[in-house]
């Protein structure tokens, strides 16, 4: 794995979803850097980014490579990678952890990385990111506990959103999507529903669901969801 994927650290750790999807997550080194990487990164305009900004690029696209297979993805308009005919994906990194989703393009996948917040950032996140109905259901949950809830729900919406993407082709608001109260632990599912009409196929009402882990100090969280499926609860 040396030759081919020199950012990455030791061996990717993978899950297999259903559908035939799979869910990979690595470590890179952004001192890994090197001038073999000129080529792939003068393709995706990022010849004069910060190298922090390369490495989570080229990491990305590395661990793609080594996971399944896709040689080099391409580059959308707002930056989205662009997935081989029949496939299906999204790419997330955060610190020196990247991870990877991929599966048939007949499913909605997802996936993201975040820190878990510092006290210093989560009002200004909260007020960012928590609708109206998310404010008031986390609200009683013990204040130990609560930047634990808002880094999953940042998270979440972050993954269904890029799920979401490639089908309205368009940026999300975070008000668009409201999550479903949800109790603080190390792992489980969550689910969210939309507030409003997206487009076809994605109609007010509509729950998508997900699933997350803690990992130390980071929540990895993701979506497989079939691209037929609507059901739409209350809760």
Not at 16 to 42: E, I, K, T
Not at 44 to 65: D, M, T, V, Y
Not at 126 to 141: F, G, N, Y
Request: glycine share 10%.
């Amino acid at each position: 794995m040396t030759e081919t994927t020199p950012l990455l650290i030791g061996t990717p750790r993978q899950w297999r979803l259903a559908g035939g999807v799979r869910l990979v997550r690595s470590q890179f080194s952004p001192q890994n850097l090197c001038d073999d990487d000129a080529g792939q990164l003068a393709r995706a305009n990022l010849s004069q980014a910060h190298p922090k900004r390369q490495a989570e690029f080229l990491a990305g696209r590395q661990l793609c490579r080594a996971a399944f297979g896709i040689e080099e993805l391409g580059r959308g308009q707002m930056q989205e990678p662009i997935w081989p005919k029949g496939r299906a994906g999204a790419i997330s990194h955060s610190g020196t952890s990247v991870a990877c989703i991929a599966g048939p393009d007949n499913r909605l996948l997802g996936v993201d990385l975040e820190a878990l917040l510092r006290p210093t950032s989560q009002r200004a996140v909260a007020k960012r990111v928590l609708t109206e109905e998310e404010a008031q259901w986390i609200a009683p949950v013990p204040e130990e506990q609560q930047a634990a809830l808002l880094s999953v729900i940042f998270s979440a919406k972050e993954c269904a959103y890029k799920a979401i993407f490639p089908w309205i082709g368009r940026r999300l608001p975070f008000d668009c999507a409201a999550l479903l109260p949800m109790p603080a632990r190390a792992r489980g599912r969550w689910r969210m529903r939309l507030t409003g009409d997206l487009g076809p196929g994605f109609p007010q009402g509509m729950v998508l669901r997900g699933g997350f882990v803690w990992q130390g100090d980071m929540v990895l969280t993701w979506m497989n969801q079939p691209r037929e499926a609507y059901s739409a609860e209350t809760g």
